[in-house]
């Protein structure tokens, strides 16, 4: 059986107060009181120089770099010696001399241009990169620890995979031979390994790997003797200002979730983890998310009377999305939404352009010469083609500047909400999906992109109860909300959605079958996104309090009739609601079960929705049976996935329990049919 709780550098993650798990805790607290104790300046903190051999205290042990080649070791508290990244990847030449700095040393690699300081921060080891020229660094080179077991990945929610499964070392369906890109593919900017114990103590130890700047980062997958090793690579780009590359190392106590608690902790560190309860604070509209399901809704279901067989079902907490097509929800429809105390809002982007004489979307139709003038364009001067080769991409930075004097997105705002409308859904913008723009006049690198969403998010989230697609973390302090970080897209999905015969097309307007037809997925496809023995809590752990998760739309609750019982089960111990299309006919056959599932998750989100996850343990080997905290003791959920009942949990089913229960409540979803 495992048992295990994240732990990270100044991170209190653990929640627990009997048995192992109060064991773990204490251990938690101990590792984040050590860490208090190696951030300063002091003598302890510098650690020592021995050759090329530099030792740094870090949270649990001891770090030691390889100054000539970037190869990273450790010392463990319990005298374990693990292997953090071989040297660099093709090599860097001969180092110049080592200086000692109060908090670690500096040094260069002369042949490669590059500049080198590391440091022990907050518990971790730092190491920065600094180019004087364009280039690349494959480092770090990590699981070649003889005893790395799993390795940790933020697809979507999250994974972590064994190094050593068959599947995942194949090339149909798994890792090897795959490149990520670590800041538009990835749902964190990290990843991490599991090391198994050595069957003394029984414990077990792992690695976080944080890459701060993830703009010019990738990961790559290999399999080396039947075991899957990542290794990092960055592009120094002046025009793209990626010049500089980070990464952080935190020991931690191999728990699955440990490298999304680190950066969470690191996300509070730096003033840069959101809280929702401070955004209803802000705007008390937010508090409505807390128990809400969400939906899209089309036909009669996006009308009054729609509004009212929701809530005639006893559904008391929706989000209602709608697209800006011909016939939106009307004022009628959105009073009715709020008065059952239902968000309602539509979905918009300020990401493409088209020719308003032929677009085929409102939301890429805009006036004057935004279209072609905003277009972000290639260094060859062609435009970036807008999604599915429609239009162009727009200039987040054209926008920026013509905002003041020329108001076309508080324009396009105030339209798409004058039905009364107090939600917001603004696709593309929070995703990782950023750009360089050559265009003269208003030329942007990819983090001049970020800033640029960043900004129109913050005015936006002022007033309205705002999401946006993917939401990378750079953009959890302005949002409420997100559809699509919840789902670990793999490579097989997107083939199988431009499939239009299978998977449905954009037709018909009421009821697309892209939305509406179920389908079932390519048993690779299923494993790789929906085995929950596969899947982990990363997103939530990093950032559950901060915003609302949710899965893509065009993957609905009943898109996939034969992941409904697992994703419902993954919803309840995750603490994420789920995601609808309705019109008239499914409100009709899917209402009930709807409302079913939504009244057992309404306590529960509205008791946890703001507070972080504190806990995530497999409870048996198979990992079949796992439980999730939430705060201190604000709710525990455990779920088995199984077909053999654990502890009087039959197979198929969830318990979850308030800290003011006395008994656990219980959901078998496939019970409640449709």
């Not at 107060?17 to 302890?44: E, F, Q």
């Not at 960055?234 to 490298?259: C, I, K, M, Q």
């Amino acid at each position: 059986m495992t048992s295990t709780t994240p732990t990270a550098p100044n991170s209190r993650a653990g929640h627990g107060r009997s048995g192992t798990a109060g064991r773990v805790l204490a251990a938690s607290l101990a590792l984040a009181a050590t860490a208090l104790g190696v951030t300063g300046c002091d003598s302890a903190a510098a650690g020592t120089l021995k050759g090329s051999r530099l030792e740094l205290p870090v949270a649990g042990g001891t770090a030691v770099v390889d100054t000539s080649t970037l190869a990273v070791t450790a010392r463990t508290g319990d005298g374990r010696e693990l292997v953090l990244s071989e040297a660099a990847a093709g090599g860097l030449g001969g180092p110049g001399p080592v200086t000692r700095t109060a908090d670690g040393a500096r040094w260069s690699y002369p042949a490669k241009g590059l500049s080198v300081t590391a440091a022990a921060e907050h518990g971790r080891l730092r190491i920065r990169l600094r180019a004087d020229r364009d280039g690349s660094v494959s480092w770090p080179v990590t699981g070649t620890d003889r005893a790395a077991s799993a390795v940790q990945l933020p697809r979507g929610e999250g994974l972590d995979i064994p190094v050593r499964d068959a599947f995942w070392n194949s090339a149909k369906g798994g890792l090897a031979g795959s490149k990520v890109d670590v800041g538009g593919d990835l749902a964190l900017p990290l990843w991490g390994y599991t090391m198994k114990g050595d069957g003394g103590s029984g414990g077990g130890s792992g690695v976080s790997y944080l890459t701060p700047t993830d703009i010019g980062t990738s990961l790559s997958f290999a399999s080396t003797g039947g075991r899957l090793r990542a290794t990092a690579a960055h592009a120094f780009d002046a025009g793209e200002d990626t010049r500089s590359y980070e990464v952080t190392f935190a020991l931690t106590d191999g728990n699955p979730v440990a490298p999304a608690a680190d950066y969470r902790s690191y996300l509070a560190q730096r003033g840069q983890l959101g809280s929702l309860r401070t955004k209803i604070r802000k705007n008390p509209a937010n508090a409505r998310l807390l128990g809400a399901f969400h939906a899209y809704v089309w036909g009669g279901a996006r009308t009054a009377e729609g509004v009212g067989a929701l809530k005639r079902l006893g559904v008391d907490r929706m989000w209602l999305g709608y697209d800006a097509g011909p016939d939106p929800m009307n004022a009628a429809a959105v009073r009715a939404a709020k008065q059952a105390g239902y968000l309602v809002g539509p979905y918009d982007t300020f990401a493409n352009g088209q020719d308003p004489k032929t677009a085929d979307s409102p939301t890429s139709a805009w006036p004057g010469r935004v279209y072609p003038d905003f277009c972000i364009r290639k260094a060859d001067g062609t435009p970036e083609s807008g999604f599915g080769g429609r239009g162009c991409y727009l200039s987040s930075r054209a926008f920026e500047q013509a905002e003041p004097s020329r108001h076309y997105l508080a324009d396009r705002t105030r339209t798409m909400t004058a039905n009364g409308a107090d939600s917001y859904f603004l696709d593309v913008d929070a995703t990782g999906e950023v750009f360089r723009d050559h265009t003269k006049g208003h030329e942007m690198t990819k983090a001049g992109d970020r800033a640029n969403r960043l900004a129109r998010m913050r005015r936006l989230s002022q007033h309205l109860v705002l999401g946006s697609e993917s939401a990378q973390p750079w953009a959890n302090q302005v949002l409420a909300f997100d559809h699509g970080s919840g789902t670990p897209v793999a490579d097989g999905l997107w083939p199988l959605e431009r499939d239009k015969q299978n998977w449905g097309g954009y037709y018909p307007q009421n009821a697309p079958k892209a939305f509406f037809k179920p389908v079932q997925l390519p048993a690779d496809l299923a494993k790789a996104m929906y085995d929950p023995t596969y899947r982990v809590p990363l997103y939530e752990t990093a950032l559950h309090g901060s915003l609302v998760n949710v899965e893509r739309w065009e993957l609905a609750y009943d898109k996939l009739p034969q992941q409904k019982t697992t994703r419902a089960l993954l919803a309840m111990l995750y603490n994420t609601p789920l995601n609808y299309v309705l019109d008239g006919p499914s409100l009709r056959q899917h209402g009930p079960e709807l409302a079913a599932l939504q009244k057992y998750f309404s306590p529960l989100h509205r008791a946890a929705g703001t507070e972080r996850m504190t806990s995530f343990r497999w409870l048996t080997d198979d990992r079949t049976v796992q439980r999730t905290v939430f705060g201190d003791g604000a709710l525990t959920v455990t779920a088995n996935f199984g077909t053999r009942a654990h502890q009087g949990l039959p197979g198929g089913c969830v318990d979850a329990k308030l800290g003011t229960d006395r008994s656990p409540r219980r959901l078998c979803p496939a019970d409640l049919g449709s």
